[in-house]
């Protein structure tokens, strides 16, 4: 199956080029183009301003038209938009561009997400996400590991390091992006990629495994991702269902906690008296074990089958850990508060991609399914 290993390999560019403006930062990106910690602070609200506004319509139009169409598309231009803060000189220039960056990233997680379970039964679909959010962590984990060797190219042929950073980074996802537009198949009744008749091809029986599998699952019809109109009213009367916002609330805390430290974990760490490098290495330790972490939750969801505890527990370790850090990190050593620094960045997503399977399950109707995980 070619479907996870593509999406999964999307949304790691996406978070490369999302969590690199926090190694730019130890590159001397803020003093180069002259702007404050507070712009910095604004630019990443406006990015995820972008992401909240667009984040529905985006599904809406997935479905419109298509996976192969829209995610190909969708990561070329995300990557483009990358690339393009090589040229960032000025603080309106930044903001553009992060806002710009924000629209251009909506959607792809949701949109990924709920192709998969056009493709995957229930039953299969857990650790499939599983699998693909390690996209992201393996993206936060890689992201200053590859900004350490990457920023030593300082000065290079007149090139700030920051800048082969963006320029190294988003290439890499456009050329992702034209992977997708050749592999990537549409869905289970339309699996010829956008630009190819499919390197790897599936076969007739092979298309009516998958159909029958699904339309077993689903009472007699596959819920593809392909030509699904989602009226205005669906929008209105998924968003307006009570059940669904302790889990849209329960994200919001978390992420409004979490999302802070992938932007300034590399700069905390430098700020404790390592030096760049060592700085931006020390950083992925924390992203490395939230693989782990996340591995656990899921394995523990699947063998007990209960998606709720399993989610309450792994947020309950998150909340346990950034307190212990807060209460702890002033009375102790560097190697000891980048030690709490790093479990809280360890357990901060463990929840994640079980929570949203369980909001998946939770929806009979592709068209809910789709605008919950938004």
């Known amino acids: 199956m070619t479907v996870l290993p593509l999406l999964f390999l999307g949304l790691l560019v996406f978070q490369l080029d999302r969590m690199n403006i926090a190694s730019a930062l130890t590159g001397g990106f ?14 990443n609200q406006l990015m995820f301003m972008g992401i909240v506004v667009f984040e529905i319509p985006c599904n809406m139009a997935l479905q419109r038209v298509g996976p192969r169409k829209w995610i190909s598309a969708q990561v070329f231009l995300f990557g483009l938009l990358a690339t393009m803060q090589v040229f960032i000189r000025s603080r309106g220039s930044f903001l553009a561009i992060r806002l710009l960056l924000g ?3 909506a959607g792809y997680i949701p949109g990924a997400v709920y192709t998969l379970s056009s493709w995957y039964t229930k039953r299969e679909l857990a650790k499939r996400v599983a699998i693909f959010f390690f996209g992201m962590f393996g993206g936060n984990a890689l992201s200053p590991i590859l900004a350490s060797g990457i920023l ?14 963006f320029l190294i980074e988003g290439l890499f996802t456009i050329f992702v992006s034209f992977l997708l537009s050749l592999l990537l198949p549409g869905s289970p009744d339309l699996t010829r990629p956008l630009l190819s008749p499919g390197l790897i091809k599936f076969s007739k029986s092979e298309k009516e495994i998958i159909q029958k599998r699904l339309e077993k699952e689903n009472g007699g019809s596959t819920q593809g991702a392909y030509g699904v109109h989602i009226p205005l009213k669906v929008v209105f009367r998924t968003v307006a269902c009570y059940r669904r916002w302790p889990h849209f609330i329960s994200t919001f805390v978390v992420f409004s906690t979490w999302s802070p430290l992938t932007t300034y974990t590399p700069s905390i760490i430098m700020s404790l008296g390592f030096d760049r490098t060592s700085a931006n290495a020390l950083a992925a330790v924390g992203a490395f074990l939230s693989l782990g972490v996340v591995f656990f939750f899921a394995y523990m969801s699947d ?10 527990a792994a947020q309950v370790c998150y909340l346990i850990a950034l307190i212990v850090t807060l209460k702890v ?3 102790v050593g560097k190697w000891s508060r980048w030690g709490l620094w790093t479990a809280v960045n360890s357990f901060a997503v463990g929840y994640h991609p079980i929570h949203n399977f369980w909001v998946q399950i939770n929806c009979r109707d592709p068209r809910e399914r789709s605008i919950s995980i938004a």
Request: zero cysteines; glycine letters at 12%.
């Open 303 to 312: 063998r007990t089958n209960r998606r709720g505890a399993s989610v309450i």
């Open 152 to 165: 030593i190219l300082d000065g290079r042929h007149g090139i700030r390091g920051w800048q082969w950073l």
């Open 30 to 43: 803020a003093t180069d183009i002259n702007i404050p910690q507070s712009t910095i602070n604004l630019g």
């Open 103 to 105: 629209f251009a990233e």
């Open 329 to 331: 990190q002033p009375h």
